[in-house]
């Protein structure tokens, strides 16, 4: 099983950060020096990805700009002698042929996981939301090598990321139950639920952002009931997975690996913060500001 290709969905509109996304997508708001769906998609490619799909909507043109090469400007750099945003401009060069498909109407997740079936074929491949950044993502065993690795090991229909989060806040996120650790972070899911009431969360487990999955999943997807909001999520079609008796596998992320979901302004300020203190040019500095001003 030769995983290669993956999924970005960025079709959503980013209501919860306007006005800051009335003209730009949530997924191009930067998180230091980058926007948000760089560290995505060098995440992908850190793990071996080799093709990615964006699902995409209106006013997400600038994401398939913001990938495509420009030459134009690559000479007026050299041309200007600036070599430092030269070496910025370098994931221009990365190894990953880029796709595209929209999705028209705002349907759910799994409705934008599904326009990628053509795209997929028969192959497994890997999901991961770009309003999302996970830490440490390019370090040599990342999250996502450890998830292909598990999902190949036990031949899964679907393995997730996952972490802790306080319970106080599982309503916010899906939610898994999971049985008997079977290796060192890995666990065999028996339920999820999304967005449960707290009282009524099974776990303090999360869903973060990140999926492996086999084509069962398209499956799924078809069988797949609206909500209350007529979407259609794509933890319903996890939970129809294992229902059916299909093997469904999550990684829990580790204690130096954090999920950053850049959902709201807390969570993107807190996002912004932590990567400028540790970018190496204009980290050091950003420390002193800040411990003068508190």
Avoid: W
């Avoid at 994401?63 to 420009?70: A, L, P, R, V």
């Avoid at 950044?133 to 190949?152: G, P």
């Amino acid at each position: 099983m030769e995983i290669k290709k993956a999924v970005i969905p960025v079709a959503g509109h980013g209501t919860r950060l306007l006005p800051a996304t009335k003209s730009q997508p949530k997924e191009m708001l930067p998180v230091g020096r980058k926007p948000v769906v760089q560290y995505v998609v060098e995440e992908l490619e850190a793990a071996g990805l080799k093709q990615i799909l964006f699902v995409t909507g209106r006013q997400k043109r600038s994401i398939e700009d913001h990938f495509d090469k420009d030459m134009n400007l690559l000479k007026e750099l050299h041309q200007s002698g600036k070599k430092s945003i030269i070496e910025e401009m370098k994931y221009q060069e990365i190894n990953v042929s880029f796709y595209y498909v929209r999705q028209s109407e705002q349907k759910g997740l799994a409705d934008a996981v599904s326009l990628a079936r053509d795209f997929m074929e028969e192959d497994h491949f890997v999901c991961a939301l770009g309003d999302s950044i996970i830490s440490n993502s390019r370090v040599k065993d990342n999250l996502l090598k450890r998830m292909i690795e598990a999902h190949k090991k036990n031949n899964a229909a679907c393995t997730l990321a996952i972490e802790k989060i306080p319970r106080e806040e599982t309503y916010r996120y899906g939610i898994v139950k999971v049985k008997k650790e079977q290796e060192k972070g890995v666990y065999a899911v028996e339920s999820l639920v999304e967005k449960p009431n707290i009282e009524d969360s099974p776990s303090d487990l999360a869903i973060a952002a990140r999926y492996v999955f086999s084509p069962e999943i398209f499956q799924a997807i078809d069988m797949t009931l609206p909500d209350k909001a007529k979407e259609f999520q794509l933890t319903d079609s996890i939970s129809l997975l294992i229902k059916k008796g299909a093997p469904v596998f999550a990684v829990l992320l580790r204690e130096n690996e954090q999920r950053y979901d850049i959902g709201n302004y807390e969570s993107y300020f807190k996002a912004f913060v932590d990567f400028a203190l540790q970018d190496e040019k204009y980290g050091h500095m950003l420390r002193h500001y800040l411990a003068r001003k508190l």
